[in-house]
């Protein structure tokens, strides 16, 4: 198990408890101190001092005495949990599985179908499955924060979901998404820096409707766009 961000290390003696090996991986100097302290006679967990968000997974590991297969646990606040689980499923050696706490809207929108994907949505059911395990209310933390929590489970695909080439999809996919409240002819021609008419050959070569708003598309819609923009030519 790579837990991100141990606190002071409540969870970390729970998993630690049920027979895993930990790698707790903390960036906030003052807590390493107090981690050691609590598990200073436990061969089974491994405090790092290090940023998630700069080491590479596999990194993380080999300092933790440890390597694949692996399991990512992490409360993740609000700003860091997008760039955070893309650092993780993009890695070279991806984990098996991530549980994570973030943000209720966040936890929806990376579950989400169509009819309201987003942008955190597409990019992780790219890498594997979410499913929304559990909400957290205020109250179950001290002091209680002003935002709902949840409970998200990903399962890693042993490789990406999409058939087109990730590079030319995520470009495309970004694009859809830089005016989201437009529809997908404008928002496409917008981020893709294309005329319309060129949007329009693409979209239709695609079999998408491109008066239909981002949020509408499935990963395979995505991949056909893309697809349909890399035959034309596009970067």
């Known amino acids: 198990m790579l837990e991100v961000g141990p606190g002071r290390g409540a969870l970390t003696a729970a998993l630690a408890a ?14 390493i101190a107090t ?13 790092i001092e290090a940023d998630a968000l700069r080491r590479e997974p596999a990194a993380l590991l080999a300092m933790g005495r440890t390597s694949v297969p692996y399991v990512v646990v992490a409360n993740l606040p609000y700003n860091i949990a997008a760039p955070l689980l893309r650092r993780f499923l993009e890695a070279e050696a991806p984990p098996r599985r991530l549980v994570v706490m973030v943000q209720l809207e966040v936890a929806q929108a990376i579950c989400a179908g169509p009819g309201a994907m987003s942008l955190i949505g ?37 490789r990406p979901r999409v058939d087109a080439p990730l590079d030319g999809f995520f470009r495309v996919v970004r694009a859809g998404f830089s005016n989201p409240r437009k529809q997908l002819r ?3 021609a917008f981020g893709l820096q294309a005329e319309h008419a060129e949007i329009d050959a693409v979209t239709r070569a695609a079999g998408i409707d491109a008066t239909l708003r981002p949020q509408m598309l499935s990963l395979d819609d995505w991949a056909a766009i893309a697809r349909a923009w890399l035959a034309r030519g596009g970067a």
Request: proline residues 9%.
């Open 35 to 47: 981690l050691q302290d609590r598990f200073a006679g436990s061969a089974s967990v491994a405090i």
């Open 122 to 158: 597409v990019a992780t059911q790219v890498y594997g499955e979410p499913r929304l395990i559990m909400k957290v209310a205020p109250g179950a933390f001290t002091p209680p924060p002003k935002v709902r929590s949840a409970v998200v489970r990903i399962d890693v695909a042993p």
């Open 18 to 31: 049920r027979g895993n090996r930990v790698v707790a991986v903390e960036i906030d100097r003052d807590l």
């Open 186 to 188: 404008n928002s496409l």
